[in-house]
Structures are given as structure tokens and as C-alpha cells.
């Protein structure tokens, strides 16, 4: 067994509510410098900049996850990870026909870059990623389970968008084995509070929008892998996660 330092929610360029300089490389080497091993990626609702993110993590020696931070019918946000990068571009495509197609207003909300492996400025999405989606909290699961991922509730210590400030205590079904809370020092009061947190796999990450929010190393998962194996670490993650604490 091997201890992985991980941060599993970063937002890119791609969100509006995330700064310029989230660029690929950019995320990649703070990360590195914050002595991270696994990174994912998980814009508002898209998956389109994974691919450049997963090359440039490569590139500084990390190990990459392509990902997501849906937001649910009842505008709950759930972090949504993928094992490949191909796997995260196709559950965008099923997400893409279930979002809110509105304008997005630049000036207000910023922009929704996507950028290559390079940092160099592809597109821009045009209608606005973090609105609700059509699915609700009880249809994620299964619907990330087809295209291989796995799913948990985000940051559901914060009133903004978490499950227990939006249903008023985390849901019992579908059965979602893990959850994300953004402050490691609430875990005990959370359980406490809330006994269906007792039973979860708890993972704190940043929920970075910028640079400087991407956190030193502190949360950690123990994986029966090798740090240069990235497959194997990669199978060795969606099984813990997959399985019941």
C-alpha cells in the first residue's frame, strides 16, 4: 500500500466563476508544487477541458482525473470522476443535452474558456455550465455508472449548493458511498451531526477557482498501486471509491 496526496475538485478556465490563469498547466504545476500525486479536474457541468488538463498532469509527473461538478435538478453539486479521459468526454455529451442552454454573460459571470494542452485558447462556450441540469440527485449515480465513474455529494459542509443545506441532511438514497466536505476539521462534528456521514468515505478537497486555493498536501488515500503505474492507480481509485467504507 502506498499513501496518494490527492485534491479531487479544481475548476478550470472552463468555469466562469473560475480566473483566467486556471490554464492546464497552470493547475498542473501548483499542484505539484502543493506536492500532490492525483488531480482532478471538475468544471461546472462539462468535461471539455480534461483532455489538455490530463496531458499536462502527465507532463509534471502527476496522475490525472477527468471529471465534473454536475449540478442536480434541485441544484445540488455533485463531483463526478471518470477513469479516462474518453469516458469524461462521453458522459459530457450526455450531460450537454441535459443542461440549461442560456446565454452566458461574460462581463457578470466571466468567461468559459477551452484551452489545448499547450494553454493556447481553443473556443469558448457560449451558454452558461453552472446552471441546473435536468437530472436529479437520485439519477446521478446510475447515469455516472454507466460511463464507468463514480459520483459523491460536494462540499456538503457549505450552505452554497451542498446536499444537507439543500435537503437538510444527507440523502439516504441512492446510496452514495462516499462525500466531500471542503474543511477536514468538521468531519467529527458532520458525523456527528448527521449519522449518515458515519458510514461515508469522507474526502476533503479544494474546490480551487483559483491558483492560490489549490491546497499543500494533507488529504490522502492509502491505494495497493505503484506512484509510476498511472493504470494502476487509476483501478486502484475507482475500486476504493466503488466499494463501501
Not at 115 to 130: H, I, R, S, T
Request: charged content about 20%; some cysteine.
Amino acid at each position: 500500500m502506498n499513501r496518494f496526496y490527492y485534491d479531487f475538485h479544481i475548476h478550470s478556465c472552463l468555469s466562469p466563476c473560475a480566473e483566467d490563469d486556471m490554464t492546464p498547466n497552470n493547475i498542473a504545476g501548483m499542484a505539484l508544487l502543493a506536492g500532490l500525486q492525483i488531480v482532478a479536474l471538475t468544471d461546472h457541468n462539462s468535461c471539455k477541458n480534461g483532455l489538455a488538463f490530463a496531458q499536462a498532469a502527465r507532463r509534471n509527473g502527476l496522475i490525472p482525473i477527468c471529471g465534473m461538478e454536475l449540478t442536480t435538478a434541485e441544484d445540488i453539486h455533485v463531483v463526478c470522476l471518470f477513469p479516462s479521459p474518453q469516458a469524461a468526454a462521453d458522459f459530457d455529451a450526455f450531460v450537454d443535452a441535459r443542461r440549461m442552454h442560456v446565454p452566458n454573460n461574460e462581463r457578470i459571470f466571466g468567461s468559459q474558456l477551452i484551452l489545448d494542452e499547450n494553454d493556447e485558447l481553443v473556443g469558448k462556450l457560449a451558454d452558461y455550465l453552472p446552471a441546473a441540469t435536468s437530472l436529479m440527485i437520485g439519477e446521478v449515480p446510475e447515469a455516472v455508472a454507466r460511463f464507468g465513474g463514480v459520483c459523491y455529494p460536494a462540499h456538503v459542509d457549505r450552505e452554497a449548493n451542498g446536499a444537507i443545506a439543500v435537503l437538510g441532511d444527507f440523502p439516504p438514497e441512492p446510496g452514495f458511498l462516499n462525500a466531500e466536505l471542503a474543511d477536514a476539521e468538521k468531519i467529527a462534528s458532520y458525523r456527528e451531526r448527521y449519522p449518515a456521514l458515519q458510514s461515508k468515505r469522507i474526502l476533503v478537497s479544494s474546490d480551487a477557482h483559483n491558483l492560490w486555493s489549490i491546497r499543500d498536501k494533507s488529504a490522502f488515500l492509502e491505494l495497493d498501486a505503484e506512484p509510476s503505474d498511472e493504470e494502476g492507480v487509476v483501478k486502484a481509485l475507482f475500486d476504493l471509491l466503488g466499494r463501501a467504507v
